[in-house]
C-alpha cells in the first residue's frame, strides 16, 4: 500500500522527576538540535503550537526539545492520568496537520537569556562550562524532560537556567549540587560554585 500525506505520528508519555510534569515524547524531529521554554502564554509567540497547547486550563508551562515536549501542569489541578490521553490525541492531530512547532525568525526577536552555544567572545573558562554542559549535562537532563543552561559565570560562580522538568523540581536541587557542580569543580578548577537562577 502507497502511503500518501503526512506520516503517521505517535506520541509516548514518560514521567519526570518532578510530579508536576509529564514528558510526551513524538516519533518526529520537533525543534531538531535545539530546546525553547515557555513559562507562560505571554511568552508563547514563537511557538503556535506551545500557544495551543496553553488552551489547555491545566498547563502552566510548555518546554520543546528536539523530539519531546515536556507540559508542567498547574499545582492541585487535574491529574496526570485524566488528562493524558486529551493532550496526546491533540499532539497527535496537530502534528499529523503539519501545525507548525516553533517558528525560528520569531525566536530570533525575542532574547535569548541562555545558552550552552559557543561563542567567539566567550573566555576559556566560560567556553570549557558550556562544552561540559552540553556534552555531559545535556543529555541526562534530556532524558527527564529537561534542559539546564548556561546564564552566567562570574567570581568562580556558575549561574545556570532551569528549564522543562527540572524547572521547579523537587530533586533538580540534588542534581545542581551533587551532580552538575561536583562535576564542574572536578573538571574546570575555576568554579567554585554552581548556583541556578530563580525563576
Known sequence: MIQTGNPVISIYTEMTPNPETMKFVANKLLYPGKSIDFQDESTANP???????????????????????????????????DVIPSVKQFL??????????????????????????????????????????????????EMDG????FKSYQNGVVNLMMQGSCSGCPSSTVTLKAGIEGMMKRMIPEVKEVVAEAE
Do not use: C, H, M
Request: net charge negative; charged share 30%; no cysteine.
Open 47 to 81: 511557538s503556535p503550537l506551545a500557544k495551543e497547547l496553553f488552551g489547555f486550563p491545566f498547563i502552566k508551562s510548555v518546554f520543546i526539545a528536539s523530539n519531546f515536549i515536556t507540559l508542567t501542569k498547574t499545582i492541585d489541578t487535574e491529574d496526570w492520568q
Open 92 to 141: 497527535k492531530e496537530y502534528l499529523e496537520n503539519g501545525g507548525v512547532v516553533v517558528n525560528d525568525d520569531e525566536v530570533l526577536k525575542v532574547k535569548q537569556e541562555a545558552s550552552n552555544t559557543v561563542s567567539a567572545d566567550d573566555d576559556d573558562v566560560v567556553k570549557r562550562i558550556k562544552e561540559l554542559l552540553e556534552n555531559y549535562v545535556k543529555p541526562a537532563v
Open 146 to 149: 529537561g534542559a539546564i543552561q
